[in-house]
């Protein structure tokens, strides 16, 4: 009985959408928003899994994301599965220089 209701939670947790995700580029990128200090990529794969790539900053973005976000836009991506992340409002931009 207890394997049902697994199945069953499991179900609505595929179905609820991410309250995170951004937008969707035309290639079928997904642009997320990153929650505070992280630092692993959190998008699931078919199976449920997290991917746990890790975000580094990308500068090298096309076209599409600079019309979006602009050009001197703070984006990170997932090594893995090349999820776009964008900084979270909250936390403090990481683009400057750093000081001592």
């Known amino acids: 009985m207890a394997e049902g209701n697994e199945n069953a939670n499991a179900a609505v947790a595929e179905e609820a959408p991410d309250p995170n995700l951004v937008a969707v580029l035309s290639d079928g990128t997904k642009v997320k928003r990153r929650i505070p200090r992280q630092r692993a990529c959190n998008e ?42 964008l900084p979270n409002p909250d936390e403090e931009p990481r683009s400057g220089t750093l000081a001592w």
């Open 44 to 85: 699931k794969n078919a199976k449920g899994k997290y991917c746990t790539g890790h975000l580094k900053r990308w500068y090298f973005f096309g076209d599409e994301v600079k019309q979006k976000f602009g050009e001197d836009a703070e984006i990170y991506r997932c090594v893995k599965c090349k999820t776009l992340y």
